[in-house]
């Protein structure tokens, strides 16, 4: 059996995230893996904002995304869920595909399970999709997964 140990989870706290988290509980509980929740708070790509010149505090907003993100990481998985102890959880700033990839590498990731939008050809070619260059690119397997309604109907079955 091929040994399924380190499962990440990269989250945007959307319903098809959630969805993914839901189907990586499960397999945690049967591999006995730990679960890695990522969050990639993503650089803003627009400077200076303002007709004259005046910037945002940016690196006070983005202390602030990156501080509401690892609340919101410790709420997916509460110290009561059995599993809360083989939950390791992260919030990094950068693109969210770069750093994805770059958790990998760097936590010998087994498995990546992720939520997918689904937003369509348009959707796609407008705003691209990061799952979607995920499954391109990474060396392990990537466990796509669309809504909290198929997760359930499926673990139900």
Not at 7 to 32: G, M
Not at 52 to 78: F, I, N
Not at 124 to 143: D, F, N, Q, Y
Not at 147 to 152: L, M, N, R
């Amino acid at each position: 059996m091929i040994p399924i140990r380190r499962i990440l989870v990269p989250t945007d706290f959307s319903e098809p995230a959630a969805a993914a988290l839901q189907y990586a509980k499960t397999l945690a509980a049967e591999f006995k893996s730990e679960i890695h929740l990522l969050h990639v708070v993503p650089e803003p790509y627009i400077y200076p904002w303002g007709a004259e010149g005046a910037s945002l505090p940016l690196a006070e907003l983005l202390t602030q995304a990156e501080d509401a993100a690892k609340d919101r990481l410790k709420e997916l998985v509460p110290a009561t869920d059995k599993l809360s102890k083989s939950v390791h959880t992260e919030t990094v700033l950068g693109a969210p595909f770069d750093r994805i990839l770059h958790y990998i590498d760097e936590h010998d990731i087994d498995l990546v399970v992720m939520g997918t939008h689904g937003r369509g050809m348009m959707g796609h070619l407008l705003l691209g999709s990061v799952t979607e260059r995920v499954v391109r690119k990474a060396v392990v397997p990537v466990l796509t997964v669309h809504s909290v309604k198929a997760a359930t109907r499926a673990m139900a079955s």
